[in-house]
């Protein structure tokens, strides 16, 4: 099932072929989330995609009796996971490195997913901050930059070492981690995307991602069943907590 407002209908179809043909489940596009409140029979979770924060909220307070995930809450699973690899291949664990999230109110569900992951040192930038508190100051002393604000890697870059720069790819980030959760999410009635669960399938992405790359080039089978296996899991300890 995928659904949203802000996408075109071609953007959708996109998304429900990758569900179809990876995850095996069968998705139907509705291009509004306005459709919501007549699912069809059957329905086992809900996608939105590019939906604005106000009706991917009133979509969770409607539908309460099935997961309801939305690319951006896999785009943070793609982005902890770009991190995970990041920090590893330079030698720094997660719990005493610094991150720093620059517009970080375009994507609120990355912060508890990093928490998740064990990085306690997270600044927040946003570009309101930008008079007062310039990035590049911001960053001096940061080990990575996940860039939401675009710009590349100018916007963080301090004067005497430059941090490990992380950019999300719309295209390709969302997508990654998808089909093998929603196969997870499906197989357990009235489950809950939790970031314990989110961080489940970023560990899962990372170790997927070749060398040489921050991630996965593509979802595909053997990286399907992998998140989906790393999802089920952690579903399984949250159960039984």
């Not at 569900?109 to 309101?128: E, K, Q, S, Y």
């Not at 009635?189 to 939790?194: D, S, V």
Request: aromatic share 2%.
């Amino acid at each position: 099932m995928v659904g949203g407002i802000g996408a075109t209908t071609t953007v959708l179809r996109r998304y429900a072929t990758l569900v179809e043909e990876q995850a095996g489940l069968t998705a139907r596009v509705i291009a509004s989330d306005y459709g919501l409140h007549i699912l069809p029979a059957g329905t086992s979770a809900v996608l939105l995609v590019r939906a604005t924060p106000d009706r991917e909220q009133k979509a969770r307070d409607l539908i309460t009796d099935m997961p309801v995930l939305t690319d951006q809450d896999t785009t943070a699973i793609a982005l902890t996971a770009a991190l995970l690899t990041t920090l590893a291949r330079a030698g720094r664990a997660p719990e005493t490195s610094r991150v720093v999230i620059a517009g970080a109110n375009t994507m609120p569900r990355l912060n508890p997913v990093l928490l998740t992951a064990g990085i306690r040192d997270i600044t927040t930038w946003n570009l309101a901050d930008a008079l007062a508190f310039p990035l590049r100051r911001i960053a001096a002393d940061a080990d990575v930059v996940i860039n939401l604000v675009g710009g590349g890697g100018r916007f963080a870059r301090p004067r005497h070492a430059s941090p490990a720069v992380i950019v999300p790819d719309p295209a390709r980030d969302p997508m990654l981690a998808l089909p093998g959760l929603l196969h997870a999410l499906t197989q357990h009635p009235h489950a809950r995307l939790t970031p314990d669960v989110q961080h489940a399938c970023a560990v899962a992405l990372s170790a997927a991602t070749p060398p040489g790359e921050q991630l996965p080039r593509r979802p595909d089978d053997a990286l399907t069943h992998q998140v989906a296996d790393f999802a089920t899991d952690a579903l399984h300890r949250g159960a039984a907590r």
